[in-house]
């Protein structure tokens, strides 16, 4: 069960294990058991982080399940990739990508950096 903060008006912050079905309902206080609402509290550090971070931070979240454009889409549409590139050359690549999304090249020159 996950563990959710709430605010009590005289005691102030407390948590309490409450099933995700009940994320929203209300508790009641420890110590004085008048029914406290759930807050959401942030870190300091994400209250005081740059606009221009934050905003990198949800790009690049959102890229780690949804990239703008994949390997496919340039090999097709840049022609400066299609003609420079070995990757196109119709020559099978023995490239291959581990589970945790790594890029392994058995057989290959793994010291040099792909593109």
Same mark, same amino acid.
């Given at each position: *069960?996950?563990?959710?903060?709430? !605010?009590?008006?005289? /005691? @102030?912050?407390?948590?309490?294990? %409450?099933?995700? #079905?009940?994320?929203? #309902?209300?508790?009641?206080?420890?110590?004085? @058991?008048?029914?406290?609402?759930?807050?959401?509290?942030?870190?300091? $550090?994400?209250?005081?982080?740059? &606009?221009?971070? !934050?905003? #990198?931070?949800?790009?690049?979240? !959102?890229?780690? /399940?949804?990239?703008?454009? %994949?390997?496919?889409?340039?090999?097709?549409?840049? &022609?400066? $990739?299609?003609?420079?590139?070995?990757?196109? %050359? @119709? &020559? &099978?690549?023995?490239?291959?990508?581990?589970?945790? @999304?790594?890029? *392994?090249?058995? %057989? *290959?020159?793994?010291? *040099?950096?792909? $593109?």
């Amino acid at each position: *069960m996950p563990l959710y903060d709430y !605010k009590c008006q005289q /005691h @102030g912050v407390f948590s309490e294990l %409450s099933t995700i #079905a009940n994320m929203e #309902a209300p508790v009641d206080c420890p110590q004085c @058991g008048v029914v406290s609402p759930r807050i959401l509290a942030l870190p300091p $550090h994400i209250v005081s982080m740059m &606009k221009e971070t !934050k905003q #990198a931070m949800e790009r690049n979240e !959102k890229a780690q /399940h949804e990239p703008i454009i %994949s390997t496919l889409d340039r090999r097709t549409h840049d &022609k400066k $990739h299609a003609s420079d590139c070995g990757c196109s %050359s @119709g &020559k &099978k690549s023995n490239l291959f990508y581990t589970a945790d @999304g790594n890029k *392994m090249f058995p %057989s *290959m020159r793994p010291w *040099m950096i792909s $593109h």
